[in-house]
T-cell receptor, first 107, second 114 residues
Framework: KNEVEQSPQNLTAQEGEFITINCSYS?????LHWLQQHPGGGIVSLFM???GKKKHGRLIATINIQEKHSSLHITASHPRDSAVYIC?????????FGTGTSLTVIP | EPEVTQTPSHQVTQMGQEVILRCVPI?????FYWYRQILGQKVEFLVS????????KSEIFDDQFSVERPDGSNFTLKIRSTKLEDSAMYFC????????????FGSGTRLTVV
């Protein structure tokens, strides 16, 4: 049973395309994180959301608490955006991770 | 920008040996975490630590594992008698507060048990 489901699992895009990665969860939520894992393995925290929408550069994250759904959007995608994007839901002190979406942006 | 530092970046150990993975969290952060990621699998929560004690741990974090903040700056994860299935990338993270604060992750220690 996966408490956090991401889609798609794999995504290939042409440079410049608009990208959406989805995350649905079945647990309660205190906060939701979007993480980026680089090919070398390092993890960077992109966003922490508890409601609404956040924007940072070309990245936009939204969350709908009622629908238990979050999306990560990348505008004007670039090859350097190629990474695994992980959705992580925090319910109190419990942490639930999605399996990640592997994004490849082709020049 | 402040960083979470993990050492070593890669450790190879024999099955049955004890290993200690080290992390230096960001200095004013109060909450500390260990996660692991077995190759090809999703990230898994191991343990959270606050006020010098474990605040939450997962089923994975059994008696083989222990954490310590020995000197106010380091945060260590000890695996007492390593098994082959302990081979994974181990990530340390820290945060200023609880869930509503952002987390900063270290770059990970790749543990290989042979």
């Amino acid at each position: 049973k996966n408490e956090v489901e991401q889609s798609p699992q794999n995504l290939t895009a042409q440079e410049g395309e608009f990208i959406t990665i989805n995350c649905s969860y079945s647990v309660g939520i205190s906060a939701l994180h979007w993480l980026q894992q680089h090919p070398g393995g390092g993890i960077v925290s992109l966003f922490m959301l508890s409601s609404g929408k956040k924007k940072h550069g070309r990245l936009i994250a939204t969350i709908n608490i009622q629908e238990k759904h979050s999306s990560l959007h990348i505008t004007a995608s670039h090859p350097r955006d190629s990474a695994v994007y992980i959705c992580a839901v925090i319910d109190g002190n419990q942490f639930y991770f999605g399996t990640g979406t592997s994004l490849t942006v082709i020049p | 920008e402040p960083e979470v530092t993990q050492t070593p970046s890669h450790q190879v150990t024999q099955m049955g040996q004890e290993v200690i993975l080290r992390c230096v969290p960001i200095s004013n952060h109060l909450y500390f975490y260990w996660y692991r990621q077995i190759l090809g699998q999703k990230v898994e929560f191991l343990v959270s630590f606050y006020n010098n004690e474990i605040s939450e741990k997962s089923e994975i974090f059994d008696d083989q594992f222990s954490v310590e903040r020995p000197d106010g700056s380091n945060f260590t994860l000890k695996i007492r008698s390593t098994k082959l299935e302990d081979s994974a990338m181990y990530f340390c993270a820290s945060s200023l507060g609880t869930a509503l604060y952002g987390y900063t992750f270290g770059s990970g220690t790749r543990l290989t048990v042979v």
